[in-house]
Nanobody, 120 residues
Framework: QVQLVESGGGSVQAGGSLRLSCAAS????????MGWYRRAPGKSRELVAA???????NYPDSVKGRFTISRDNAKNTVYLQMSSLKPEDTAVYYC??????????????WGQGTQVTVSS
């Protein structure tokens, strides 16, 4: 069984910064995908950052230049550094990992979600 535990959410004023963390624990052979998604009230879930095992990153235009995703493979942890935050960044943020289990099968796991609130 694998668990993803997120931390680092909170409230901040516009222009501020926050750093989210998501650590995976359990039986893991390798993690090939790490990403952060968010769901704002009344909106569908959207990808805000992704990073592959080789370090390739992907961001939507809405956060490009403001958000940075990084990973620590030794700790099975992914981070999201968010800067120049805007009120429209307010949402519940979820981490997702695609990994290979000891049975050689691929699995997707999600974190529990952490609230980020940006006030104007």
């Amino acid at each position: 069984q694998v668990q993803l535990v997120e931390s680092g959410g909170g409230s901040v004023q516009a222009g501020g910064s926050l750093r989210l963390s998501c650590a995976a624990s359990g039986s893991i052979l390798s993690i090939y995908f790490m990403g952060w998604y968010r769901r704002a009230p009344g909106k569908s879930r959207e990808l805000v950052a992704a990073i592959t095992s080789t370090g390739s990153t992907n961001y939507p235009d809405s956060v490009k230049g403001r958000f940075t995703i990084s990973r620590d493979n030794a700790k099975n942890t992914v981070y999201l550094q968010m800067s120049s935050l805007k009120p429209e960044d307010t949402a519940v943020y979820y981490c997702k990992m695609g990994l290979i289990g000891p049975d050689q099968f691929e699995y997707d796991y999600w974190g529990q979600g952490t609230q980020v609130t940006v006030s104007s």
